[in-house]
């Protein structure tokens, strides 16, 4: 693969991933491919009793590899380790797999390139995931499962479906002043804060590259944000935080999506940054109004990880590496434990983290194209239990999928 190829690929799947690399082109492009980590777009995941019906048509994908059984339910596990495309129910503790998204890239007319996502969901019924019969431009579930706030057609939109999962109807738009290309949950379920752009951030815009290379390149329109009470639909105050210049190379920082993200209590705002080559991802930070401010004490050590900070609060998820990821004492950054996994995606409990990691681990070179699989790894164990088989991509689809996981 030439490096055309390659740098093309790396900012596709930055953007699918909702982040990207910052600036030295090729080169640091490349270097934040090897060590990324595969995001998606907002989690969702099954409550343990409750009725969650969707509108969706069969998945006919799914297949089985050879290795473990193709199903094991231990405690509060549910695995199926058998399945490359996960078709039964997943969970861990306190989180599940309510689904996942596959992206792919639509060609438009000028040559340019939109990323658009599909989605699988579980269906209650049958404990299966199936494919939305619905196109959503965005999917993103409250905790506890039983609404998801949806967005719909070209993006930015300027208007939110509230889905009621037991029923799979929409059971209230939101309208808004401002077209929006994100929505994310805070916590507790009670507020969503949706990101404001001028364009879609998912539409690439085929522009030259360094000397003879050329890729689709994102443009960076994030306006702001607002938040949105979700019992009843009232919309707060646009604020307004727009999108950095671009730096030196031309590049964006985060590359396209700068979508704003509730931290762990939902008292703040962070947008994730990508750094440049050799220095560690960081987080911007602001209040629920809009205004620069600090990190919380037990957050200032965050990164790139989606799990960060335990539910208790006593630890944080660090990025890794082929080896491994160290696991933080959040207040004074020092590593105080290692995990055999790759991504760190969710916390199960305080001490379990629902994360990617190689599929053969011998194998594992620490580049994008590893095979990587579901589990569940416990601080300050060797061990990594398989949820799912190495990820494949779903028939019909050349991308493999990005989990959604959020308490259930």
Not at 153 to 170: A, N, S, Y
Not at 360 to 371: E, I
Request: contains cysteine.
């Amino acid at each position: 693969m030439n490096v055309d190829q390659l740098v093309r690929e790396a900012l596709q799947e930055q953007a699918a991933e909702q982040g990207g690399p910052r600036g030295d082109l090729a080169g640091r492009v490349l270097a934040t491919r090897r060590r990324r980590r595969a995001r998606t777009i907002t989690g969702a995941a099954l409550g343990t009793a409750a009725a969650v019906v969707v509108g969706v048509s069969a998945l006919d994908s799914g297949r089985e590899d050879a290795g473990p059984a193709s199903a094991s339910r231990t405690g509060d596990v549910i695995a199926h380790p058998g399945q490359s495309v996960p078709r039964d129910f997943v969970a861990a503790g306190k989180t599940g797999l309510a689904g996942y998204s596959v992206t792919r890239d639509v060609p438009q007319r000028n040559g340019d390139e939109l990323l658009a996502r599909s989605y699988f969901l579980l269906n209650p019924k049958t404990m299966k995931y199936e494919k939305a019969d619905t196109e959503w431009a965005w999917v993103a579930v409250a905790p506890g499962m039983r609404t998801a706030a949806v967005l719909e057609g070209e993006l930015p939109t300027r208007r939110v479906g509230m889905l009621d999962l037991r029923t799979g109807k929409v059971t209230r738009w939101i309208t808004l002043r401002h077209g929006v290309a994100a929505v994310e949950w805070s916590p507790d379920g009670k507020r969503l804060v949706a990101t404001a752009y001028r364009k879609n951030p998912d539409l690439m815009v085929s522009v030259p590259g360094n000397g003879s290379v050329n890729w689709p390149r994102h443009h960076g329109s994030r306006t702001g944000y607002v938040l949105i009470e979700a019992a009843s639909g009232k919309v707060g105050p646009f604020r307004d935080v727009p999108q950095p210049d671009p730096d030196e190379d031309g590049m964006f920082p985060g590359v396209s999506r700068q979508d704003l993200h509730f931290n762990h209590d939902g008292t703040r705002l962070y947008v994730q940054q990508y750094a440049r080559q050799g220095k560690k991802d960081y987080r911007d930070w602001y209040t629920l109004s809009g205004r620069p401010t600090s990190a919380p004490p037990a957050e200032k050590h965050a990164g790139r990880p989606q799990a960060g900070l335990s539910p208790d609060g006593r630890l944080l998820a660090a990025d890794g590496d082929a080896k491994g990821s160290p696991v933080l004492d959040p207040m004074t950054g020092r590593k105080v434990a290692w995990v055999p996994s790759q991504e760190q995606l969710a916390w199960a409990d305080s001490k379990r983290i629902i994360a990617l990691a190689c599929a053969d681990p011998a194998r594992c070179t620490g580049k994008n194209n590893d095979p990587k699989r579901l589990v569940l790894v416990t601080v300050d164990s060797k061990k990594a239990v398989p949820l799912t088989a190495a990820r494949t991509a779903p028939q019909g689809y050349k991308r493999v999928w990005t989990p959604m996981l959020t308490a259930r």
